[in-house]
């Protein structure tokens, strides 16, 4: 069904209610609305879309829940953050999820959160232990360049005295 569509401006009423059927717990196939709706899929893409970045989660289109990207999981995370158990295993009922499922995905992006905060940690000490080791370095560089110094003006000096007297050890 293409035409003067595309370019329409649809009722609120109508495009939240198609956003819910796209939606869980609904989840249904763009396509499917498409066909039944005739709004264009770009459009329902479009929304969908929208409507995720907005906060809202679970991917339509009858995908398992394995295959969800990392973003889609991690706005589920945040979603039930604050729910009790009830709360989460009506939720979960909801949306097709297992607890578990979701614990799981909570307890992944609090390690990984902790995980990379570990790693800054090392890499600030590493860090600090490399300026040190050059510290130290370039302090034993310097003694030896004032040792290497003041052995080349004895060196000088002795070639003048040796000049200027003669060489004691020639004689």
Request: hydrophobic letters at 35%.
């Amino acid at each position: 069904m293409t035409g003067g569509k595309e370019n329409m401006a649809y009722p609120k009423e109508l495009k939240n209610s198609i956003i819910a059927k796209m939606l869980p717990p609904n989840s249904r196939q763009v396509n499917n609305i498409h066909k039944e709706s005739g709004i264009p899929l770009g459009t329902l893409k479009k929304w969908k879309s929208d409507a995720m970045k907005k906060g809202f989660s679970a991917p339509a289109g009858g995908r398992k829940s394995e295959q969800w990207s990392t973003q889609d999981k991690f706005l589920i995370v945040v979603e039930t953050a604050t729910m009790n158990e009830t709360e989460l295993a009506e939720y979960c009922r909801k949306k097709g999820l297992y607890v578990e499922q979701v614990k799981t995905w909570q307890d992944n992006c609090l390690q990984a959160n902790g995980g990379i905060a570990k790693e800054l940690k090392l890499a600030r000490h590493r860090e600090k232990d490399k300026e040190n080791e050059m510290k130290t370095l370039q302090k034993e560089l310097q003694r030896k360049e004032s040792a290497l110094a003041e052995t080349a003006a004895l060196l000088v000096l002795r070639k003048k005295a040796d000049a200027i007297w003669g060489d004691p050890e020639g004689d």
